[in-house]
C-alpha cells in the first residue's frame, strides 16, 4: 500500500522557520495536502494542491514540492502554531488515499 | 456558513453497533461528497473512505470494509458512520469532512465523535 512519510517531531523558538517535509514516490504526479490539528480540535486545511493556502489561513503558512517530496514551511512560527501537522495525497493510479503520519511541531 | 456537525460521543460494548451521524449546512449537498478519518489514541489521521452524496457510492478504504459501511439521508443533508462488532480497537475520533470531488481533498470537518468500546 501506499504510504508517505513525515518526520514525527520539528521544534523550532518562536519567530523561526519550521519546515516540514513528507515524502512519496507519487508526488512527482499527484498533488499534496496538509492539515493542522491543534489539541483536542478538528483538523484544518493549511494547504491544498501543493502550494496555495486557503482564505483565512496567515500568510506565513506556504508549501512547496520538488520530486518526490512536499514541503510546509511555517515563516516566523508562532506558539498558536504549536500542533500535529499532516500531509495527504493518493498514490499514482488515484485507488488509494492515505495521510502521513503526522508531525509534532513544537514552537517553544 | 458550511458546517458540519457530528452526533454526540457514544460509549458501546465490544460487539455491539453504533452509528455516527454527520449534519451538512450552507452548501448544496449533492455538490460535495463525505469523507470519514479515524484518529485512535496515540495515532494519526487515517483516511476510511467516502461516500458520493450523488450517487451514493461509497468507497471504503483497506481496513475498512465489511464492519464499516457509510449511508445517506439527502433529505436533511445527513451521512452517517455504521461500525458493527465493535471490538475495543475502534475505540477513537471519528470524523466527518467535506470532501470536493476530483481533487479528494477534504475542506471543511466536523468537530468529531469520540467512540468508546469497553466491556
Known amino acids: 500500500s501506499y504510504e508517505l512519510t513525515q518526520p514525527p517531531s520539528v521544534s523550532v523558538s518562536p519567530g523561526q522557520t519550521a519546515r516540514i517535509t513528507c515524502s512519496g514516490d507519487a508526488l512527482p504526479k499527484k498533488y499534496a495536502y496538509w492539515y493542522q490539528q491543534r489539541s483536542g480540535q478538528a483538523p484544518v486545511l493549511v494547504i491544498y494542491e501543493d502550494t496555495k493556502r486557503p482564505s483565512g489561513i496567515p500568510e506565513r503558512f506556504s508549501g512547496s514540492s520538488s520530486g518526490t517530496k512536499t514541503t510546509l514551511t511555517i515563516s516566523g512560527a508562532q506558539v498558536e502554531d504549536e500542533a500535529d501537522y499532516y500531509c495527504?495525497?493518493?498514490?499514482?493510479?488515484?485507488?488509494?488515499?492515505?495521510f502521513g503520519g503526522g508531525t509534532k511541531l513544537t514552537v517553544l | 456558513q458550511v458546517q458540519l456537525v457530528q452526533s454526540g460521543s457514544e460509549l458501546k460494548k465490544p460487539g455491539a453497533s453504533v452509528r455516527v451521524s454527520c449534519k451538512a449546512s450552507?452548501?448544496?449537498?449533492?455538490?460535495?461528497?463525505v469523507a470519514w478519518v479515524r484518529r485512535a489514541p496515540g495515532q494519526g489521521l487515517q483516511w476510511m473512505g467516502w461516500?458520493?452524496?450523488?450517487?451514493?457510492?461509497?468507497t471504503y478504504a483497506q481496513g475498512f470494509t465489511g464492519r464499516f459501511v457509510f449511508s445517506l439521508d439527502t433529505s436533511v443533508s445527513t451521512a452517517f458512520l455504521q461500525i458493527s462488532s465493535l471490538k475495543a480497537q475502534d475505540t477513537a475520533l471519528y470524523y466527518c469532512a467535506r470532501m470536493v470531488f476530483a481533487s479528494d481533498y477534504f475542506d471543511y470537518w466536523g468537530q468529531g465523535t469520540l467512540v468508546t468500546v469497553s466491556s
Open positions: 495527504y495525497s493518493t498514490d499514482s493510479g488515484g485507488d488509494h488515499n492515505v
Open positions: 461516500i458520493n452524496t450523488d450517487t451514493g457510492n461509497p
Open positions: 450552507g452548501y448544496n449537498f449533492p455538490t460535495y461528497g
